[in-house]
């Protein structure tokens, strides 16, 4: 029986696509690089920014992280309440809640601002833990956030969590922790 769920972040609980998109674009213009259809930038949404900025632009590793930093200068001014939470969501965790389910966070986008975030938007009370990567890259993959916030938690059944999110990352992150039993119908009930 599954009690407790981790809902991903961007996508899934609020709609953050014009801050993580605007914050791209700032990033491409420091390289000269214009973007004429923004919603191009979407594919940014949910996984880690370095490995888009290589996978989309081409950058190599080194200049992927100082496309990160310069994001950033964007994101943390503008970008992070350029957001909004999805219509329903705060009946949706509250209701989760009474049921008695455990609710957490496990997000590829670095932990403080997911917390701020959170916090932002009065959803905090919902959640035991906000987990989120962390700025020095050591944890940036949805799996190692998914371990992280499990071990923070003393989570140590896979079979008692289900992971919620909106991307083939958040399925992929949830793999290696061995709760693969997530199938589309399950997601039906929540969301």
């Given at each position: 029986m599954k009690k407790y769920i981790f809902f991903d972040l961007d996508g899934t609980l609020t709609d953050s696509a014009e801050g993580i998109t605007n914050?791209?674009?700032?990033?491409?213009?420091?390289?000269?690089?214009s973007v004429e259809d923004k919603?191009?930038?979407?594919?940014?949404?949910?996984p880690p920014l370095v490995d888009s900025f290589m996978k989309y632009y081409g950058f190599d590793h080194e200049k992927a992280r100082k496309s990160v930093g310069i994001y950033r200068e964007y994101f943390?001014?503008?970008?992070?309440?350029?957001?909004?939470?999805?219509?329903?969501?705060?009946?949706?965790?509250?209701?989760?809640?009474?049921?008695?389910?455990?609710?957490?966070?496990?997000t590829s986008k670095p932990?403080?601002?997911?917390?701020?975030i959170i916090e932002h938007f009065g959803l905090?009370?919902?959640?035991?833990m906000i987990g989120g990567a962390d700025m020095g890259e050591n944890r940036i993959h949805k799996g190692d956030v998914i371990r992280y916030v499990m071990e923070s938690c003393g989570l140590t059944n896979p079979d008692e969590i289900v992971m919620i999110g909106d991307r083939e990352n958040d399925m992929i992150g949830a793999a290696p922790v061995s709760y693969t039993h997530l199938r589309a119908h399950e997601t039906d009930q929540y969301l």
């Open positions: 914050s791209v674009e700032y990033a491409l213009n420091h390289y000269g690089i919603s191009s930038l979407n594919v940014f949404v949910g943390e001014t503008k970008g992070m309440f350029e957001n909004a939470v999805y219509p329903g969501i705060p009946e949706l965790l509250g209701s989760l809640k009474k049921e008695g389910y455990k609710l957490y966070v496990a932990e403080q601002y997911s917390v701020k905090a009370e919902y959640f035991e």
